[in-house]
């Protein structure tokens, strides 16, 4: 049983949503009490006692769309690569990489990621998989490198017609078998939905396999409309908008998730309403690719449930925050939208989003609630209380900034220093895999 207290107590619970000197009590996985920090030791004399130094306590951040394949991209330069639009970005660089991605090199890019998670205080994610390279086993990778270091996750297989029907129905037999182990091995730690690239990408052929090999046990996550080429490719071949498409193969509803949906018109928008099918906007990777902005405040008007997520550009949560507020106001030249959006996305939807596939308490800090804490380094220089704290966080705070990271109960990171992990040993493993990849992308050795 551990006290982590003496800091500012952030819970995101509208019982007992601030204190100035709190904490909570953690018992196995979940949170016992929480309360001003004195009372909590008078209470709890024989728990361990993690001081949070005044730092800033509160929920672990959660992640609704991530890609581990690209962790090992950082500082990559790709010989003649200089992509002119989206669909030469995917060409010349994510698909090319994962057509190159082993197993080691899926295990890699799954521990530089996981690691990141933790040193930025972020405890759940969703992750949309692709490594063509080697397909089978892959998400039991992944699966193996989130118990290992202990981050809460949502694991999926990209499917893609795009290396033809032999890699696709791998794609597809992966998911299903991930899927089969999760309903064999049910935990609050590990789940399973059912990967799509993009629907430029998908056949209706394929669709019917997937639906088929998923049977209802799950969600789908797919990839919709990030660049008009999905839009193009749907109404040219199918004669279908995009979401049109997916309805007609029953792949929406409360469980599945849309990654980006920019290029969705307000009919689209009806249909994911009715369906109840959430959406993911991810600002930063939009931007970079040069593929628009999200209709986020127009989704979020009509009650769609709209998560916020990095698309590996970052795993730094708190800077997609920033991103996603400032695109959302330089798109509607206004300056005084989207701030309770955005915030609703990370602080509210998010856990939401987790809440359906892990089934327990997320992202508020409550007796019942899962044990998923974390202490920010951030001392104010303003007044500093529940009535200013996205202010602070929009603003003021970095994930960097995390110094304590407990998942699960877990305690993940201390101080900065990560427990019963071998720091070293590990960035010594992820460079050699990734000295493999990009020797074997640009045919020379590093």
Known sequence: MYILANGRLITRDKALPYLADGGVVIDGTKIAAVGPTAELKANYPDAEFIDAKGGVIMPGLVNAHTHIYSALARGLSISGYNATNFLEVLEGQWWYIDRHLTLKGTRASADALYLDCIKQGVTTIFDHHASFAEIPGSLNEIAASAKQFGIRSCLCYEVSDRDGEEKCDQAIQENADFITYCEKNPSDMLAAMFGGHALFTISDKTFEKMVSANNGRTGFHIHVSEGMNDVYDSLQNYGRRPVQRLQDHGILGPKTILGHCIHVNTAEMEIIKETGTMCVNNPESNMGNAVGCSPVLQLMKRGITVGLGTDAYTNDMLESLKVALTIQRHNACLPNVGWC????????????????????????????????????????????????IDGHMLFGMTGRQCQTTICNGKLLMKDRELVGVDEEAVNAHILEESKKLWGTLNHCEY
């Open 341 to 388: 959006e955005v915030t609703d996305m990370l602080f509210k939807n998010n856990p939401a989003i987790g809440e359906k596939y892990f089934g327990v308490p997320l992202g508020r800090l409550a007796p019942g609630a899962a044990a998923d804490v974390i202490v920010m380094d951030y001392k104010p220089f303003t007044p500093f209380s529940d009535a200013n």
